[in-house]
């Protein structure tokens, strides 16, 4: 039948191509990369069937990726216990928990991006494999930019959660990340708007007659950001 000569055609196919994707996985363990994306651009050819190069695709970067899954755990790992998180941290915790930021910050540099950017080169920036690398990348960033809001520097957990929202688009993670995007976001906002205040030593005049005249109100932000602070926006 007409279905039985497809998966017939599909299995010679696969053997025929098992040879290449030996030798691409070959040179990637001896980082030959110049050998290695000469053999992956063969599955790129037009008549090889999408469900084929997925197959392959997923076999040869297999390695790549469990190598690159294995550092983000440890890193997101790393953000939670190498930060102190109470809430009664004090100046030299929070200037602590800066410089672990900033290591991890530079550790994310040298051993994830690297290999991000890897599959993105062997296999395309559309790739399954280059999305799945960058949506764990991102969940890196992600740890990193909440970790840097203990060490009281939520204008950078903003830049790093942007760079986290922008790496983790069309993935799983996007919706997640933009939502603590959103709260830093109001953090931020909040301390602009605290830097710009200025204590005063008694109320304005007051006073109302029959209705008209002048009354004090509050603005409820500073109750959202500061609880117990008694004072009026």
Not at 91 to 99: P, T, W
Not at 139 to 145: K, S
Not at 185 to 213: D, R
Not at 217 to 225: A, E, I, T
């Amino acid at each position: 039948s007409g279905s039985e000569i497809s998966e017939l055609q599909e299995t010679c196919l696969k053997e025929a191509l098992n040879p290449i994707a030996v030798i691409a996985k070959n040179a990637l363990s001896e980082d030959d990369i110049p050998l290695a994306k000469r053999a992956i651009e063969i599955f790129a050819h037009e008549r090889i069937p999408q469900n084929v190069r997925t197959i392959f695709e997923q076999e040869i970067a297999g390695h790549l990726e469990e190598e690159l899954e294995e550092i983000c755990t440890t890193f997101q790992k790393d953000c939670v216990e190498k930060t102190k998180r109470d809430s009664d941290n004090t100046n030299e915790d929070i200037k602590n928990n800066h410089k672990k930021c900033d290591e991890l910050f530079r550790e994310y540099q040298i051993e994830i991006t690297p290999r991000v950017d890897r599959l993105k080169e062997l296999f395309g920036c559309d790739s399954e494999s280059a999305k799945r690398g960058q949506e764990s990348a991102a969940l890196c960033l992600r740890a990193l930019g909440v970790a840097y809001t203990w060490a009281g520097d939520v204008e950078r957990s903003e830049e790093i959660l942007k760079l986290s929202t922008k790496l983790a688009e069309d993935t799983v993670a996007h919706s997640d990340i933009a939502e603590s995007l959103a709260s830093v976001q109001e953090q931020v906002a909040a301390q602009k708007l605290w830097k710009e205040l200025k204590p005063i030593n008694s109320a304005p005049p007051l006073f109302t007659w029959w209705g008209f005249g002048l009354m004090l109100y509050s603005n409820p932000l500073n109750r959202k950001v500061e609880p117990d602070l008694f004072s009026y926006l």
